[in-house]
């Protein structure tokens, strides 16, 4: 600025500070600030510095973005695939293309641009190769970590599925990269490009230049072509344990400065249902919940509360209820819970939880995983108590009450009533000790009931010799009606050759001669001398059916093992299993 200037400057002259700028200068200072010139020939006002920010005052980051991995070290869960890059990158074998996949929320954007930097990192002196260790400090690791740099392209498939998108890649391939070692295309969502796009992609997708790496994100790795697959080298990234979710968020929380309880952690981890971020969400909102408080502490009350999740001291007296058969304290259970804002599905779900936990505790032999004592003795006592078989019934019981809950227009109706279920079903005898207990009686010998008085053998079928084969070829013939009618009102007395004699069951009164012996006539071809009876007769064939069918069922009653049922369950009943279609419309579907 030149010296004539300098008095008017403010910063030189402090008297200065207190006259307001002329009309002209003001004027003068807005035409210089759009078109450019003359600012060293206008005095300006020059504001005093503003003081620096406050920490306060900067924009919040969510814990999911703050604690973002910007190495392979803090990539968790991940170890295999990390190996694997690190073997490529030391060999020099590196792939054109990477898909990384896996549910939400574990890392696969996050390990894309960890790839981005491990291939472009120059290190802090600017002499550095591809590495598994990016420095973070040079210049393509800090501009890929704010999303800036020029040789590094993210694109989002889900907003640019069309081919037109793709054709602008394709293009751009073939130019060098600008700064870096290799030019990086990060294409989140893939399966969302269309069939064009990915047809568009796939000879660049083959062959693409030595200087182009193209790394593809996706959750639903079913939905991609084929031919796209077999291009890439693939990458499942895993769902993070419990144990690891915890662990990490208790680290987060330590950073944080906030104190967590562990059962808070581990409830936040079993909500995250193996993804990073969605626990770290969870664990944002529980620690502003917990501020909420004034304690600013994250426990695990406050996070049931805002879960909806069930006590699990809750948990237990309801399964406790469930095997002693209350139903009345059951249903006083459900309602207590569904009153403190508990849905029916986490109540179904968090019984689901106990009883696998049991299982697992009574398999594993030692002392149960649990976050309390008071948790470890009572999975440590059912799980001595219960036998496997119950609580794998136990487990189908719940399972199949979870899903009626989750289609149910009533969820804590049909909680209630599945629960009920549950609690009935466990009233039934083990099926193991009722086999054994049959076996049992069986062996001991169980006297059968008397037989009723009155019973007579069955009548010899005799007088039907032919009739049965004679009835078939009326049948076969296309006389549908006749040969049911011959097959369940006609009783035998007399057949011989062209002569029939026959009586008429209780249900038939009509006379059927006339039209028996026009058929007969249209079958063997000669005519027929038919008389009807009043009385007489062999059984017809529908009654030999049924009589040989309750021949069967005395037998099958008469077997040991039936008898010891019976001795042991009084009211059971005997359900006839014979599917085979009886004559006539009076099909045989007898309970005895």
Same mark, same amino acid.
């Given at each position: 600025?030149?010296?004539?200037?300098?008095?008017?400057?403010?910063?030189?002259?402090?008297?200065?500070?207190?006259?307001?700028?002329?009309?002209?200068?003001?004027?003068?200072?807005?035409?210089?600030?759009?078109?450019?010139?003359?600012?060293?020939?206008?005095?300006?006002?020059?504001?005093?510095?503003?003081?620096?920010?406050?920490?306060?005052?900067?924009?919040?980051?969510?814990?999911?973005?703050?604690?973002?991995?910007?190495?392979?070290?803090?990539?968790?869960?991940?170890?295999?695939?990390?190996?694997?890059?690190?073997?490529?990158?030391?060999?020099?074998?590196?792939?054109?293309?990477?898909?990384?996949?896996?549910?939400?929320?574990?890392?696969?954007?996050?390990?894309?641009?960890?790839?981005?930097?491990?291939?472009?990192?120059?290190?802090?002196?600017?002499?550095?190769?591809?590495?598994?260790?990016?420095?973070?400090?040079?210049?393509?690791?800090?501009?890929?970590?704010?999303?800036?740099?020029?040789?590094?392209?993210?694109?989002?498939?889900?907003?640019?599925?069309?081919?037109?998108?793709?054709?602008?890649?394709?293009?751009?391939?073939?130019?060098?990269?600008?700064?870096?070692?290799?030019?990086?295309?990060?294409?989140?969502?893939?399966?969302?490009?269309?069939?064009?796009?990915?047809?568009?992609?796939?000879?660049?997708?083959?062959?693409?230049?030595?200087?182009?790496?193209?790394?593809?994100?996706?959750?639903?790795?079913?939905?991609?072509?084929?031919?796209?697959?077999?291009?890439?080298?693939?990458?499942?990234?895993?769902?993070?344990?419990?144990?690891?979710?915890?662990?990490?968020?208790?680290?987060?929380?330590?950073?944080?400065?906030?104190?967590?309880?562990?059962?808070?952690?581990?409830?936040?981890?079993?909500?995250?249902?193996?993804?990073?971020?969605?626990?770290?969400?969870?664990?944002?909102?529980?620690?502003?919940?917990?501020?909420?408080?004034?304690?600013?502490?994250?426990?695990?009350?406050?996070?049931?509360?805002?879960?909806?999740?069930?006590?699990?001291?809750?948990?237990?007296?309801?399964?406790?209820?469930?095997?002693?058969? /209350?139903? %009345?304290?059951?249903?006083?259970? $459900? *309602?207590?819970?569904?009153? &403190?804002? @508990?849905?029916? #599905?986490?109540?179904?779900?968090?019984?689901?939880?106990?009883?696998?936990?049991?299982?697992?505790?009574?398999?594993?032999?030692?002392?149960?995983?649990?976050?309390?004592?008071?948790?470890?003795?009572?999975?440590?006592?059912?799980?001595?108590?219960?036998?496997?078989?119950?609580?794998?019934?136990?487990?189908?019981?719940?399972?199949?009450?979870?899903?009626?809950?989750?289609?149910?227009?009533?969820?804590?109706?049909?909680?209630?009533?599945?629960?009920?279920?549950?609690?009935?079903?466990?009233?039934?005898?083990?099926?193991?000790?009722?086999?054994?207990?049959?076996?049992?009686?069986?062996?001991?010998?169980?006297?059968?009931?008397?037989?009723?008085?009155?019973?007579?053998?069955?009548?010899?079928?005799?007088?039907?010799? /032919?009739? %049965?084969?004679?009835?078939?070829? $009326? *049948?076969?013939?296309?006389? &549908?009606? @006749?040969?049911? #009618?011959?097959?369940?009102?006609?009783?035998?007395?007399?057949?011989?050759?062209?002569?029939?004699?026959?009586?008429?069951?209780?249900?038939?009164?009509?006379?059927?001669?006339?039209?028996?012996?026009?058929?007969?006539?249209?079958?063997?071809?000669?005519?027929?001398?038919?008389?009807?009876?009043?009385?007489?007769?062999?059984?017809?064939?529908?009654?030999?059916?049924?009589?040989?069918?309750?021949?069967?069922?005395?037998?099958?009653?008469?077997?040991?093992?039936?008898?010891?049922?019976?001795?042991?369950?009084?009211?059971?009943?005997?359900?006839?299993?014979?599917?085979?279609?009886?004559?006539?419309?009076?099909?045989?579907?007898?309970?005895?």
């Amino acid at each position: 600025m030149p010296d004539s200037q300098n008095p008017d400057n403010p910063l030189d002259n402090p008297e200065a500070e207190d006259s307001a700028p002329s009309a002209a200068e003001l004027e003068a200072a807005g035409q210089n600030s759009m078109f450019g010139g003359a600012q060293d020939t206008v005095p300006q006002p020059v504001a005093a510095p503003a003081p620096a920010p406050q920490a306060s005052s900067q924009p919040y980051r969510v814990l999911a973005r703050k604690y973002r991995p910007q190495t392979f070290s803090q990539l968790i869960g991940q170890e295999p695939m990390v190996r694997t890059l690190a073997n490529a990158i030391e060999r020099d074998r590196l792939a054109h293309a990477f898909l990384m996949t896996g549910v939400r929320g574990v890392g696969k954007t996050s390990t894309a641009r960890l790839i981005a930097k491990a291939l472009n990192c120059i290190g802090p002196d600017g002499q550095g190769g591809p590495t598994i260790d990016p420095c973070g400090q040079c210049e393509p690791c800090t501009a890929i970590a704010e999303g800036r740099h020029i040789d590094v392209i993210e694109m989002d498939a889900a907003s640019h599925t069309g081919v037109d998108d793709v054709r602008e890649i394709i293009e751009a391939v073939r130019y060098a990269a600008v700064s870096a070692r290799y030019k990086i295309y990060i294409i989140d969502e893939v399966h969302m490009l269309s069939r064009n796009a990915f047809n568009a992609l796939l000879k660049t997708l083959e062959e693409p230049p030595a200087h182009v790496k193209f790394l593809f994100a996706t959750t639903e790795v079913d939905k991609l072509p084929v031919t796209v697959l077999s291009r890439t080298q693939r990458f499942d990234l895993r769902r993070i344990p419990t144990e690891l979710l915890q662990s990490h968020f208790g680290w987060v929380c330590g950073e944080e400065g906030v104190e967590a309880e562990e059962e808070a952690l581990h409830m936040i981890a079993a909500a995250a249902e193996g993804s990073v971020r969605d626990g770290l969400s969870i664990l944002d909102q529980a620690i502003a919940h917990a501020d909420l408080g004034g304690e600013g502490k994250v426990t695990a009350e406050r996070v049931r509360d805002m879960l909806g999740l069930t006590d699990k001291s809750a948990q237990r007296r309801l399964l406790g209820t469930v095997l002693d058969g /209350d139903a %009345k304290a059951l249903l006083a259970g $459900i *309602d207590e819970q569904y009153a &403190l804002g @508990v849905e029916p #599905l986490a109540l179904l779900r968090g019984l689901m939880d106990l009883v696998h936990r049991i299982t697992v505790a009574q398999i594993g032999g030692g002392e149960p995983d649990a976050p309390t004592s008071e948790e470890r003795a009572a999975l440590a006592d059912w799980a001595g108590r219960l036998t496997a078989g119950q609580l794998h019934r136990l487990w189908q019981l719940l399972l199949k009450g979870y899903d009626e809950v989750r289609q149910a227009p009533d969820p804590l109706v049909s909680a209630q009533m599945a629960l009920l279920r549950v609690l009935h079903a466990a009233d039934l005898p083990d099926p193991g000790k009722l086999a054994k207990k049959l076996e049992h009686l069986a062996e001991t010998g169980v006297q059968a009931a008397p037989a009723a008085s009155g019973e007579t053998s069955s009548p010899a079928p005799s007088a039907a010799l /032919d009739w %049965k084969g004679i009835v078939e070829r $009326i *049948d076969q013939a296309g006389h &549908l009606r @006749v040969a049911q #009618l011959m097959r369940d009102w006609i009783r035998v007395e007399t057949l011989e050759d062209g002569k029939l004699a026959y009586a008429l069951t209780d249900e038939l009164s009509e006379d059927p001669s006339p039209e028996l012996r026009d058929v007969l006539l249209k079958v063997t071809g000669r005519r027929w001398e038919v008389i009807k009876l009043d009385v007489g007769g062999a059984p017809s064939l529908r009654e030999l059916e049924e009589i040989a069918h309750a021949e069967a069922e005395a037998k099958m009653r008469a077997h040991p093992l039936v008898e010891a049922t019976f001795a042991a369950f009084p009211d059971a009943e005997l359900a006839d299993g014979d599917n085979t279609p009886a004559s006539g419309d009076r099909a045989w579907s007898k309970r005895a």
